[in-house]
Each structure stands twice: as C-alpha cells, then as structure tokens.
C-alpha cells in the first residue's frame, strides 16, 4: 500500500478551502436575493401606495372640477338629457358618494349612492364622500384612493364663491344718472321696497315706480347717492361679485359668448345649464324668449348695450357696462338691473326687484375651491 505523500495532503486542504469559500459564496448570495426580493416587495408597495395617494389626490381635484360644472348627469357622472339628471352640485347637498374605475385609459364613474369602491380592487380607483361642514356654504369632501391592497385617504374643505355676492337692495340699481321711462316695482316690505338707487340724477317724469303698499313713489327712490357715486366702475363691479373682472370672468362656471348679433336661440340654450353668462359685445334679442326660471335663475355680465326687440322675460340680474338700453317691446325682468355708468334708455322694460330670485343666484352659483390650510391625509 502506497503512503500519500505531503503533496496530496495539501491537494486535500485546498479540495476542503475551495468547499468552505463555494459554501460562503452561496451563502452571500442567497443572503444578496434575499435583500433583492425584499428590496422589490418594499418598492411595489411603495409604487402601489404611491399610485393610491396620486388617485385619492385625482378624485379630490374631479370632484371639485364636478361641482363647478352646471350640466345635467345622470348616474354614470356624464352628461345627460334624461328628465331626472341633475348637475352634480345639486346631487351633493347633503351626502353624496362617488366613484371612479381607470378602464382602458380612462375612468368609469358611478354618481349614485353608496358608489363605495372596494379597497382589493386590483385596479387603479378612488371614492369620494361629500358631506357638509360645520360652516355654512363649506362642503368636506373625503377622497379614498386604491391601487390594489394599498389605500390612501385625503381630506378637504371646499367654499362657494357665491355668483353674486351681494343682493342689489333695489329694483334698478345705476352707478350714475338715469333718464329712462321704465316701470319698477318692488312691493316686497321685507326688503325695504327701494325701487330705483342712483349714484347721479334721477328723472322719474317718465317712470312708472310701485313699492310696498302705503308707500310714496318718490319715497322708494333714493337719488344723488355720494357712496354709490364716489364707486368706480371696477369698485361697482367688486362690491357686488367680490372680485374683479377678469376674475369672474375667469371662472370655470362661467360661459363666456358673443352677443353683438341677435343670440336669442344661442342664450336660451346656454343658460338651461349655465346661470352665469358673460356676454360680449353687448345683448341683443328679437324673439320673446325666456332666460331662466325662479328656481334656476341666470346672471348675464352685459359687456355692451342693451337691445331688446321682443317681450323678452329674464328671470335674474342683468348688470351692464354700458349707457344705452332700448326696448321696443315691454320686456321683464324678474330680479334686478345693475349699472355701472349713466342709464339713457327708450321703451318701457319692467323691471321687478324679486328677492328670491336674488338669494337663490347668491345661494346655489358660484365656483368651488379649496380652503386654505383643510387638506389632510390619512
């Protein structure tokens, strides 16, 4: 029998080193993919997290882009010329839930209670819970989104910049003097029964004024007013909107269109689902149409003159630029008229101050926005 010799005892140490340092190696890489598979858990958690916050914040800006939009829609949240559709504001007095689905690029939306979406979904979603805060006229809206098994929730408080800010306490309201042989009326007594408000001279000759019952027609105007005529155009125009003109004019809620042609059929159709209207170029109609209802109201921002060719009704306020107004037909207008320069008119237009009328533009138009310092996430 052959004795080994000391080369192939080192021949063994080095067979036994090169087992340790495969062993150590192997080891440092199942350690290495256990961190790798760790590492990609961690991340897809984190992306998926990431995407549900990104869609609670996309639910939050959509429901506010909602509310600020006037048209009729049915359940599915898009427009609708169903009967029973309603704009999404008027779904959200109260509490309302929503929801949304990302489908093939896009998003599938339920405007109909509970709308709940489920948190395991496996796509991309969010669900939006309005309710009513504490403070009058601020709506909480409660953004929860989902991407898989992640959620996140923000919180906001959302306030109405009212349409119109300040209720005109008279019938016709002129920055400056007015010569026109109007019929006025304002019988209300709880809302003092100012017929006629100038900043300038007032030449009533031609003016047919009732007020409240009892109550003198040269007792329901008030003439000469130093504050109204110490206000510049754009002061007027603030202190009734509380902001300037491009500001509202800017405003996602307001349909901007020209006028300076006859528009009757194109204004008609615009304010079924916009109550306020900007209008270039002035306002001019040829058929007796009507311009909103008492419950649906409109605000038409007359940026020129006035021409009225027809027994035209307008259920609203009509504030305008400029001097000149003619009707040749006897319009009304339930609501009131506001003026920032001098009134020289013909015809005799009817204008009839309607409080109701005023507290619902007050009450129900506007735009949503955000309020300072409400945003939360949970």
């Not at 290495?32 to 914040?57: C, D, G, I, P, W």
């Not at 009704?313 to 504030?319: C, D, E, K, L, W």
């Amino acid at each position: 029998m052959k004795t080994p010799t000391h080369s192939s005892q080192r021949g063994a140490a080095t067979v036994a080193i090169t087992l340790m340092l495969a062993i150590a190696v192997l080891l440092s890489v199942a350690f290495a993919n256990r961190s790798v598979l760790f590492e990609s858990k961690t991340s897809a958690n984190q992306y998926r997290a990431a995407q549900a916050h990104e869609a609670a914040e996309a639910g939050l800006d959509w429901a506010i882009a909602q509310l600020n939009n006037h048209t009729p829609i049915g359940d599915d949240c898009l427009a609708s010329s169903e009967a029973a559709a309603t704009p999404f504001r008027e779904r959200s007095i109260g509490a309302m839930q929503a929801s949304c689905l990302a489908n093939d690029g896009g998003w599938s939306c339920r405007c109909a209670a509970p709308g709940e979406v489920e948190p395991d979904t496996d796509s991309l979603a969010f669900a939006i819970r309005i309710a009513t805060a504490e403070q009058p006229g601020v709506l909480r809206l409660t953004s929860t989104g989902s991407s898989r098994n992640a959620r996140a929730q923000v919180q906001a408080l959302v306030g109405r910049l009212p349409g119109l800010d300040t209720l005109p306490a008279a019938a016709l309201t002129v920055r400056g003097a007015a010569t026109a042989p109007f019929a006025v009326h304002h019988t209300d007594p709880a809302t003092g029964g100012l017929t006629v408000h100038t900043g300038g001279a007032l030449d009533t000759s031609y003016m047919h004024l009732a007020s409240t019952p009892g109550t003198p027609a040269a007792a329901s105007v008030l003439a000469n007013d130093p504050a109204l005529a110490q206000l510049t155009p754009q002061g007027l125009f603030a202190s009734v909107f509380r902001m300037d003109k491009p500001t509202w004019r800017a405003q996602p809620v307001v349909h901007e269109m020209a006028c300076d042609s006859a528009c009757d059929a194109a204004l008609a159709t615009a304010a079924t689902t916009h109550p306020l209207i900007w209008l270039r170029d002035g306002l001019r109609l040829d058929t007796p149409v009507t311009l909103g209802t008492p419950q649906h109201p409109v605000l038409l921002v007359v940026d020129g003159p006035v021409e009225l060719h027809a027994g035209a009704v307008i259920h609203g306020v009509i504030y305008g630029t400029q001097a000149r107004w003619v009707d040749t037909a006897g319009a009304a207008i339930h609501g009131a008229v506001i003026l920032e320069g001098d009134l020289q008119a013909s015809g005799n237009t009817h204008i009839h101050h309607h409080a109701a009328v005023l507290q619902t533009l007050h009450e129900r138009t506007g735009t949503y926005a955000r309020l300072p310092d409400s945003w939360r996430d949970f």
